[in-house]
Structure formats: structure tokens, C-alpha cells
């Protein structure tokens, strides 16, 4: 075996695996006030931006080489029924409108969600009794699919965890003359204790009660295939598995069972510990970023969703061939 490990160009002709900067999904936060960047305690290197810094923001990811960016929204009040997320000139709306002017070529991918617009910070509408309905949330979602298209979205990205809601937003989007808007479904997403940091960053925690009736149990596998075939039915054009390191089994399974491009989305948490140990000097930050990477695409992903893209895709650069 030796023998195809003993130069680098040896082993560059026989590596079975890439990460491409295109590869690449950057999360962008977006928040509805004046003023600067704000830094997210943590999440070393990622901030909520504004409209005013979030041109400077989009130009240093696409100068990296990445080609999209995934858009989530902060609004300045919130209510119960997260009126800000379909609001036509809510913060999402605006900053898919401000991207677009500032880089044309850089796909936009706009997260579609009720819990970083809800007072009580659920997914999904709730009922008087604390419940979070199902069927009454999907026009809302609707809604807010409808209003990021027409804002210049490419893609929308429900990761309410909602049933059915692929096929409702998919039908809104054609009834409003948005046929050739894709759509990147969160289709198993895990209720997961690495998505800590990203509600520090979203300010999106529940106030009441926790996410483990509509996200998944990390314990099932064969019900993420049941998921990702219910999206697949209803029109999804691309399968998100979330989070990435502790379920890459998951990412293995999905890509072996749809032909729908599949994106794993390594979560903050993931995110924060390697920052973390990086900062304690526990690691190797750029080796260990790009070995988690290639681990996920090794196990089938086609894109990574990841707050490391911008510093990764500049590694990847500069570990090019000259
Ligand atoms: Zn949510």
C-alpha cells in the first residue's frame, strides 16, 4: 500500500475525495438595526451583520471563491405569529436585495423559519396549550418562501421541521410565478445540543418546552430516509442532514439513497469547538477544519453548509498545486 503514499504527487493522483471552495455554503446573519457588526461571543470570527456591513461581508466570501450564502434574518420585534418573516420589507427581503446589488453572481439561499421571528421562539405557530401546529404554520412559511423569491432569492430553505411544508412552499412559489426558485430542504434535522451557539447568533431560543416534536430523534437513521423521501416526493430540489460530525452515517445513507444533491450542514457548535480548542492551542485549526470537511464529503455530501467556509476556502487555495 506504501507505494501510493510515497511522494505528494503520488498521493494527489490517487486522492478519492475533494473540497472545492464552491463546495462552500456560507451562513450569513442579518440583523434589522443601524450601526456595525456585532460579534457573536460564541462564535470566534462570525458576527451579525447589518445592512450597512453586510456588502463589506458578501464581497470578502465571494472574494474566497464561495458561491453562495445561506441568509438568516433578525428582526427588530418579534410577535407570535413571526409576522417579521414574511414581511415583504423585512430584513431578509432587504438583504437578499442589497447582495444581489453588491455581487449579481453569488447565489442566495434564504433560510425559511418562524422561530427567529416568534416571541415564543418555536419553529411554528403554538396553540394555547403550548403545542406547536403543524398544518396552521405551512401558510405562514408559505408566505415567507414567497416574499424572499420575489426579493431575488434563488433558493429557499425550510428548516422548520414541519410536515408537509416542501409541498406547500413548492406550490406557492409556482402559483406566484416562481417556478425556477429552488428548494434546499433542512429534510433531517436532528434536535441537537450543537446548535447552542447558532441561538446565541439567531436569538432563537424557545421560551418554553424544546424542539423534540418536530426535529428529530439523533437516535433514528431509518426515519431520516422516511424524511428525506417525503421531501424528494414533494418537490425538493436539494436533502440537508444536520447536523454533520455526529451523523455523518446519516450523510452516508441519504446519498446513497436519493439522487438529489445532498448538502450536510455542520452546525455552530461544531463550529465552537474546534474554535475553542484551536484558541486553547489544543489543535491544529486549519488541518483539523479541512479534515472535518473532507470527512463529510467523503461521506457523500456534494456542499457543506459551514461558518469556517470563508477561512477554508482560502486554505483550499493556497493548498492548490503551483
Ligand atoms: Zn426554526
Known sequence: MRRLRRTAAIRDMVRETHVRPEDLICPVFVEDRPGGPVPVESMPGVFRHTLESLPGEIGRVADAGIRAVLLFGIPAGKDCEGSGAYDPDGIVPRAIREIKAARPGLAVIADVCLCEYTSHGHCGLVDGGGTVLNDETLPFLSRAAVAYAAAGADMVAPSDMMD??????????????????????????????????????????????????????????????????????????????????????IVRDIARSTNLPVVAYSVSGEYSMVKAAAAKGWIDERRVVLENLIGMKRAGARMIITYHAPDAARWLKEEEPQ
Request: glycine residues 8%.
Open 164 to 249: 408537509g411544508r416542501v409541498a406547500a412552499i413548492r406550490l406557492a412559489l409556482d402559483a406566484e410565478g416562481f417556478a425556477d426558485v429552488a428548494i434546499m430542504s433542512y429534510s433531517a434535522k436532528f434536535a441537537s445540543a450543537y446548535y447552542g451557539p447558532f441561538r446565541d447568533a439567531a436569538g432563537s431560543t424557545p421560551r418554553f418546552g424544546d424542539r423534540r416534536s418536530y426535529q428529530m430523534d439523533p437516535a433514528n437513521g431509518r426515519e431520516a430516509l422516511r424524511e428525506v423521501a417525503a421531501d424528494e416526493a414533494e418537490g425538493a430540489d436539494f436533502i440537508i442532514a444536520k447536523p454533520a460530525a455526529a451523523y455523518l452515517d
